[in-house]
């Protein structure tokens, strides 16, 4: 079976401990910075990759490593250089999870294999987590990664206009943020750079995301697989409660900002796929019915979700048969 990666998304206490996102060698940067300040472009194992290319100046957290089947151009090294006509590609953006506290965009390394083999460009990317920044900085980072994306489309050879956003746990909740906040000022800070650039996707991939942060607990309480003890998302140190910054339950106002579900008549919306295990004592799997319910009630285009019977949080879905139900909807959606 093809390893995903994508059981790194789970919380800590579930399973393998995410590395830390971590600083990286090259200097702050800034939203406009150049291959030169990325550093060298490596090819191996059939992909071409620029690493920790710095899309947003106010962390050393906000960098992307961005990879393609082949290099965008034989020029592009050079400031703005141009892709030969032909190599511009559809783009996934791979955001991983770790609870909003921990992870690293090399965690994905399989799943990005996978899509770069397929024929995509992607972007795996760091953002700011919840021990640095609180919400919304992690919304508005992704947010900067997509704006970055499209400002330098012509040099590194993606398509703008088909550009995907997936991830798993925490990972999920803001790769739906990205697809459900279209046009809300407060998640595209332009600060962080390319102000003015949409930061609009045209498909998300959502593995076991939350959604709605004030539900969780009782949701994992009608779960007869799960124990009391499962549900702690409402604790003062709740992942939750850490990337809000306060409890759960004492901002409720802030948690119904902080959920996708209170945008999606807001903005146009794109296809979703949805997938979520029904023994899934992280996030209930109630969070992802919530959001397919929400978002065919409000128009969006195409929401496929599977519930599957017996998974957990993560350990049904690395598998060969998973990714082709992934590549499948990418096809659809954003070709290749």
């Not at 079976?1 to 789970?10: E, P, R, S, T």
């Not at 965690?107 to 397929?118: E, G, I, Q, S, T």
């Not at 599977?306 to 139900?325: D, L, Q, S």
Request: charged share 15%; with cysteine; glycine share 10%.
């Amino acid at each position: 079976m093809l390893a995903l990666g994508l059981g790194l998304a789970a919380c800590s206490r579930h399973g393998s401990t995410p590395r830390p996102s971590s600083p990286t060698a090259s200097g702050p940067g800034g939203p406009n910075s150049t291959l030169a300040q990325a550093g060298t472009p490596e090819e191996s194992d059939g992909l071409w990759v620029l690493r920790d290319v710095p899309y947003a100046p106010v962390s050393p957290a906000q960098r992307l490593d961005l990879y393609r089947p082949s290099p965008p151009a034989p020029t592009a090294g050079a400031e703005g250089a141009r892709v030969v006509p032909g190599t511009v590609l559809p783009v996934v953006l791979t955001i991983h999870g770790g609870a909003f506290m921990l992870g690293d965009k090399r965690d994905d390394l399989p799943v990005v294999r996978a899509l770069v083999h397929a024929g995509y460009a992607v972007a795996s990317l760091n953002y700011r987590l919840s021990g640095e920044a609180k919400f919304p900085a992690a919304v508005q980072d992704v947010k900067a990664s997509v704006r970055w994306l499209r400002a330098h489309a012509g040099t590194y050879g993606l398509d703008p206009s088909r550009i995907a956003a997936t991830g798993a746990s925490a990972g999920a909740y803001l790769a739906v943020m990205l697809g459900t906040t279209s046009g809300v000022a407060m998640f595209d800070d332009p600060d962080l750079g390319n102000p003015g650039v949409s930061s609009d996707v045209q498909a998300v991939v959502d593995f076991y995301g939350p959604v709605n942060f004030a539900s969780m607990d009782a949701q994992l309480r009608t779960n007869e697989r799960c124990t009391v003890a499962d549900a702690q998302h409402d604790r003062p140190h709740s992942p939750e409660s850490r990337f809000l910054g306060r409890t759960v339950t004492a901002v409720p106002q802030l948690v119904r900002v902080a959920s996708p579900l209170n945008y999606l008549s807001r903005g146009p919306l794109p296809p979703f796929l949805i997938e979520h295990g029904d023994a899934d004592c992280t996030v209930p799997h109630q969070q992802s019915l919530e959001l397919a319910h929400a978002l065919r009630t409000a128009g969006a285009p195409a929401v496929d979700v599977t519930i599957v019977p017996g998974a957990g949080h993560g350990g049904a879905f690395p598998t060969r048969e998973r990714m082709g139900v992934v590549l499948a909807f990418l096809h659809r959606t954003i070709g290749r």
